[in-house]
C-alpha cells in the first residue's frame, strides 16, 4: 500500500465554467496549486481494501499459530482469543517442570524443574576404577560402598569400582595364620608349614610330636608295647597299657641302679675280703655268723655321700661297727659305730665325706653278728 500520499495545497479553489454547445456548462479547475495533491478513487480503495483484507488474514493466521503455540506450553488458548487475554495466558506458561533438584542432576548439566526456572546439577561423577568407600561381608555375600553420585562407563560400557585387596582380607576374616604356607590368597601368604608322618618308639619318658599348627602330610604312628610278664610286677599292683593289664605277682625285691646288695642279688659281686670271715649269701640275705665279716668288689663311689645298710643284729659285742675302706690306700676309711639294738630291722650309713673312692673297696663287719638285707649307695 501507497505510503507517500500528498495533498493539493492552494490559496483559493477556482472554477472556470465553459458553455457547451448543448446549453450546459463544463466546470474547470483554474485553482493555483502550491503542490498538486495525490488522485484518490476506486482503484485507490481496492487496493486499500485488498491490502487491509491480506493483513487480517496474516493476523488472523498469526493468532492461530500463537494459540497453537500457548496450548502447546500447558495453557489452552483459543485461536479468537484477543491479544489480551493471549498476552495473559503467556504469563501463565511455566518455563520447566518437575521435581529434580541439583544434586539428582549430573554435574556440568543444567535442568528446570516446578520452579520453572534454570539450575546447574551438583551430582558428582567418577570415572569406572574408582576406590570404594569401604566394604563388608553379610549373608548375601561381599559388598562395596560406593559413593553418591554418576559413575562413569569403561570402553566396555561397564561402571565398576573396587577395593584394594588388603580391605577385603579384612572383609572376608582371611587371616594367614589358619592358610597353608603354600598358599597365598588376596597376597596374604599362609603361615601353616606341611609335616610328615612321624613313628613313636614308646620311652620311659613323655614325648611330644611337634605338630601344633602344622598340616600333617601322613600318620603319627606310635609303636606297639607289649605288656610285661607278670613275675616283674609287684604282687598287689596291676599294670596298665591302653584297655589291657597284667597283675603282678612278684613278691622279691629289684634291685635299683644305686644297689650293690640286695635280698640275694650280689650286684656288685662281693667276694672275700683277705683276713675276714666271707658272710653266708643265703636266698634273701646275707648271713654273719662270726664276729668279723668281711667282703670286697669294684665299684665308684665318686659322686655319692653315703653308704647305706639294711641290718638286723641278733648278737654285738662292745665297739661293734661297719667299716668301708679304698683297698687301693687302705689307711684310708670311713665307718659307722652301731648301737645296742637287738632283733630288730633297721638302717644305718656310713658318711662317705671326703672319701673319694673309685675302684675296689673293702667292708669290714666287726664285733656283731646278724644279716644284711640291702646294701646301697645315695
Known amino acids: ?35 498538486r495533491g495525490d488522485s484518490f478513487g476506486a482503484k485507490e480503495l481496492n487496493e486499500i481494501g485488498t491490502e487491509i483484507n491480506e ?47 541439583p544434586a539428582d542432576v549430573r554435574k556440568g548439566k543444567t535442568f528446570t524443574n516446578d520452579e520453572g526456572i534454570e539450575k546447574a546439577g551438583t ?25 553418591p553420585g554418576y559413575w562413569i562407563q569403561d570402553g566396555s560400557g561397564k561402571s565398576w569400582v573396587y577395593m584394594s585387596r588388603d580391605d577385603v582380607a579384612a572383609a572376608i ?9 603354600s598358599i597365598n590368597v588376596l597376597g596374604k601368604q599362609g603361615k601353616i608349614q606341611s609335616m610328615a608322618g612321624v613313628t613313636i618308639t614308646p620311652q620311659t619318658y613323655a614325648q611330644t610330636v611337634w605338630s601344633a599348627w602344622k598340616r600333617m602330610t601322613g600318620n603319627v604312628e606310635i609303636a606297639a608295647a607289649s605288656l610285661p610278664p607278670a613275675n616283674v610286677i609287684k604282687r598287689g599292683y596291676r599294670y596298665w597299657i591302653g584297655g589291657s593289664y597284667v597283675d ?37 640275705q646275707l648271713t654273719f655268723v662270726t664276729n668279723y665279716g668281711g667282703m670286697q668288689a669294684p665299684f665308684d663311689f665318686t659322686g655319692y655321700a653315703r653308704v647305706n645298710f639294711e641290718i638286723h643284729k641278733t648278737a654285738k659285742q662292745a665297739n661293734s661297727y661297719i667299716s668301708i675302706r679304698d683297698l687301693n690306700n687302705k689307711v684310708v676309711y670311713a665307718k659307722v659305730v652301731l648301737d645296742n639294738t637287738l632283733n630288730v630291722t633297721q638302717t644305718v650309713s656310713i658318711a662317705l665325706n671326703t672319701l673319694a673312692i673309685n675302684s675296689f673297696f673293702g667292708f ?15
Open 1 to 35: 500500500m501507497k505510503t507517500d500520499w500528498k495533498d493539493d495545497i492552494f490559496t483559493q479553489r477556482k472554477i472556470r465554467l465553459t458553455e457547451n454547445s448543448d446549453g450546459t456548462v463544463t466546470p474547470e479547475d483554474a485553482t493555483e496549486y502550491t503542490q
Open 55 to 101: 493483513v487480517k488474514k496474516s493476523v488472523s493466521d498469526g493468532k492461530a499459530l500463537v494459540a497453537a503455540a500457548i496450548t502447546a506450553k500447558r495453557v489452552a488458548t483459543a485461536a479468537t482469543a484477543t491479544f489480551k487475554e493471549m498476552a495473559e495466558n503467556i504469563k501463565k506458561i511455566v518455563l520447566g517442570s518437575g521435581n529434580a533438584q
Open 123 to 147: 551430582m558428582p561423577e567418577y570415572i569406572s576404577g574408582t576406590k570404594g568407600i569401604s566394604c563388608g561381608l553379610n549373608d548375601s555375600g561381599l559388598f562395596y560402598y560406593i559413593g
Open 173 to 181: 576374616g582371611l587371616n594367614p595364620d589358619y592358610m597353608l604356607d
Open 248 to 284: 603282678g605277682t612278684f613278691e622279691g625285691y629289684v634291685p635299683m641302679p644305686t644297689d650293690l646288695y640286695v635280698r640275694g642279688n650280689n650286684i656288685v659281686g662281693f667276694s672275700k675280703y683277705e683276713g675276714y670271715d666271707l658272710p653266708n649269701f643265703d636266698s634273701g
Open 364 to 378: 669290714e663287719f666287726a664285733s656283731w653278728r646278724g644279716a644284711v638285707y640291702r646294701i646301697w649307695a645315695s
